[in-house]
């Protein structure tokens, strides 16, 4: 229980994916303008990232891992299939996506009319394919911890897209040189948050 | 059709401005601002960042001379699919060659040459370019944009490892010229990612400088 705890919290200040991995840049910069777009589509990725890792996970576990296919026959032993990692992550997301899409807008229309716009956007997001990587690259012992990373990872790039976008609100109204307005004062202030996000790091968990 | 190609010669005008315009004026990362993801997070040494290029450039080229064969067969509806599952194609191809020939460089890379697949600049020429041209417009487009995103790679990951470890491919500089002897102290703070967001903010503005019409908002 206690690692399931310590993987969440490192997974939102310690290994921000924003921060320390720069997962998920693109949308990260697009669509920081104003606090509320950027609340709807953190929400969504958090959303989507809850789904799609444990799901990947699964994937995984019983498809992809070498030696993963020994439920089906003992004879599978041998074979690795995780060079199909990819392919299979991918499609995984992207069905994934379109599903989630299809459920909310049925079940909860008011969901879906602020959240919905993101959710194509956010099947090429890399943060979502990074968090399958990352999950499958770290060995995750268990579907919990699987759970409690993919979850952590979602809120560390919500605070970050939240954040960014409230700064971007205020900077609007201060004198930034012509050439640097825009993206180019965007990115310093990112990576000056990055700094601030790197006094975590001495975090022991 | 075969007649309207034989007309336009191989590198017209019109084709080589498709190859030089990303590296300056309509570069992916810097004025696009697409596929920033993947540029930053492997530039702490040159030698990643040039094999990431390479990468790029090559599942880009490879990438969209396939979608614009394809284009007229590609049914609109579920086209962001069919681009997704050859994108995944490419970048196996590309992940399992580096492994088999370069297992350091793709342990450094890690998840970064997955995440090629979602990289915004290739989905980005696809839906923009290759799903309306031909085949060779299609390709100089593709390592056009390569060459773009791989030049800012380029130089960022330069200035981050000449100042964070003072070395430029493994060759010791700073060494050499005999900074160290008169109490020159490697920058740390260049190799922590937050620096990589920095250096690209500052090209940034440099372009913009020197390309007024290039800011906008």
């Not at chain 1, 989507?48 to 799901?55: A, C, H």
């Not at chain 1, 897209?161 to 990112?190: C, D, M, Q, W």
């Not at chain 2, 396939?66 to 196996?92: H, W």
């Not at chain 2, 998840?111 to 980005?124: A, E, Y």
Request: net charge neutral; aromatic share 10%.
């Amino acid at each position: 229980m206690q690692e399931i705890f310590n993987i969440f919290i490192k997974s939102i200040f310690i290994d921000n994916m924003v921060f320390a991995y720069f997962l998920g840049m693109c949308s990260y910069i697009a669509v920081s303008k104003t606090v509320n777009t950027s609340v709807g589509l953190g929400a969504a990725v958090i959303f989507v990232l809850g789904i799609t890792v444990p799901v990947d996970y699964l994937m995984n576990e019983y498809l992809l891992k070498p030696g993963a296919l020994v439920w089906l026959d003992e004879d599978f032993a041998e074979v690795d299939l995780s060079f199909l990692s990819f392919i299979m992550f991918i499609a995984v997301i992207a069905s994934m996506v379109q599903l989630v899409e299809m459920v909310v807008e049925k079940f909860s229309p008011a969901l879906y009319s602020s959240l919905g716009i993101f959710l194509p956007l956010i099947a090429v997001n890399c943060a979502i394919l990074g968090g399958s990587l990352f999950m499958q690259e770290r060995e995750y012992q268990s579907l919990g911890e699987a759970t409690a990373f993919a979850l952590g990872s979602g809120i560390g790039w919500f605070l970050a897209i939240v954040g960014i976008a409230a700064i971007r609100e205020k900077i609007h109204y201060s004198n930034v040189p012509g050439p640097l307005k825009g993206i180019g004062i965007t990115f310093i202030i990112t990576g000056l948050m990055g700094i601030a996000f790197m006094s975590f790091l001495g975090i022991k968990l | 059709m075969s007649e309207q190609v034989q007309k336009e010669s191989m590198f017209s005008t019109k084709n080589i401005k498709l190859l030089t315009d990303p590296i300056g004026k309509n570069n992916p990362i810097t004025v696009q601002v697409l596929g920033i993801c993947s540029a930053l997070a492997v530039t702490a040494k040159l030698e990643p960042a040039i094999v990431m290029s390479i990468s790029v450039m090559f599942v880009l080229g490879a990438g969209n001379v396939i979608i614009s064969l394809l284009r007229n067969t590609i049914p609109q509806r579920i086209r962001i699919i069919v681009q997704l599952v050859i994108i995944a194609a490419l970048v196996i191809i590309v992940d399992q060659i580096l492994k088999a020939y370069a297992y350091q460089v793709s342990k450094q890379l890690s998840v970064f040459v997955g995440l090629i697949i979602t990289n915004c600049i290739i989905m980005g020429r696809f839906e923009a370019f290759s799903m309306v041209n031909k085949p060779w417009p299609s390709f100089m487009d593709g390592i056009g944009n390569g060459l773009g995103y791989g030049m800012i790679l380029v130089i960022v990951a330069f200035f981050r490892e000449l100042f964070g470890s003072g070395t430029i491919l493994g060759w010791e500089v700073f060494k050499t010229i005999g900074l160290y002897d008169i109490g020159y102290v490697n920058n740390g703070l260049m190799i922590l990612p937050p620096m990589a967001l920095i250096v690209v903010g500052v090209i940034i503005w440099v372009q913009r400088s020197k390309n007024p019409d290039l800011i906008k908002d």
